[in-house]
């Protein structure tokens, strides 16, 4: 399988634990996002990397959450002390060459759900 | 920052009527544009896209889209839906074109329901 692939595709934490989602890009990806979709809205961006460098961060919130993207192995989305204002399902994209204008490709999502 | 609309969040036609769904932007500078597709408990999956060249993009399973620069819209349309269309799409920009940040920004998604 080639794809953007992403694990776990359920996770279920209690308040207070910590979620860790990962995401392989595709093959030859070197760009990596990562997009937080709420019921009823359309796919919020969170955080833009490279390989070991965080390029944009805009999209994330100030505490609490935190990405990288190691020079060995997956992305990793990290969220401490989870709340129940973040069960949504979290997607991760990559795509290849230039960023901008370049067609991003999805992984099937993790979906978190805080007990 | 950008903004996309997307009017109409839930749209019905039947079998083999023509499907019509609606995008505008906000940049006086004209993004790059793209559609997706995301069917139950997906990704999301590339339509088509539109970078540079002619206004009429056409992408998988029979979808096309315009770009009109003076209405600031990328219109989706598919002249007879299928079963199989049934499914939420997206609408998404980039930054403008001096950005180098890929970042896509996206509307708030139309469900297309098919009635057989």
């Known amino acids: 399988n080639a794809g953007v692939m992403q694990n776990p595709r359920h996770l279920v934490r209690r308040r207070g634990q910590e979620a860790r989602l990962r995401c392989s890009p595709m093959?030859?990806?070197?760009?990596v996002y990562w997009y937080r979709q709420l019921p009823e809205e359309g796919l919020k961006f969170m955080v833009y990397?490279?390989?070991?460098?965080?390029?944009?961060e805009s999209g994330m919130p100030k505490e609490r959450f935190s990405a990288e993207f190691p020079k060995e192995g997956p992305s990793i989305l990290r969220i401490q002390q989870v709340v129940r204002g973040d069960s949504a399902a979290y997607f991760c994209?990559?795509?290849?060459?230039?960023?901008?204008?370049?067609?991003?490709?999805f992984g099937d999502g993790t979906r978190l759900s805080i007990l | 920052a950008q903004s996309v609309t997307q009017l109409g969040s839930h749209v019905s036609v039947s079998e083999g009527a023509l499907v019509l769904l609606r995008c505008n932007y906000s940049?006086?500078?004209?993004?790059?544009l793209f559609w997706y597709v995301q069917y139950p408990n997906q990704g999301l999956q590339l339509l088509l896209k539109?970078?540079?060249?002619?206004?009429l993009v056409k992408g998988i399973n029979g979808f096309e889209a315009e770009f009109k620069k003076s209405e600031t819209s990328f219109h989706l349309t598919k002249p007879s839906a299928h079963m199989s269309d049934a499914a939420e799409y997206f609408c998404?920009?980039?930054?403008?074109?001096?950005?180098?940040?890929?970042?896509?920004?996206f509307g708030r998604g139309t469900q297309l329901t098919v009635w057989p």
């Open positions: 994209a990559s795509s290849g060459g230039q960023p901008v204008g370049q067609p991003q490709h």
């Open positions: 093959k030859g990806h070197s760009h």
């Open positions: 990397l490279q390989k070991e460098n965080i390029i944009d």
């Open positions: 940049s006086s500078v004209p993004p790059y």
């Open positions: 539109y970078t540079t060249g002619a206004t």
């Open positions: 998404a920009v980039t930054p403008d074109r001096g950005s180098t940040l890929g970042r896509l920004y």
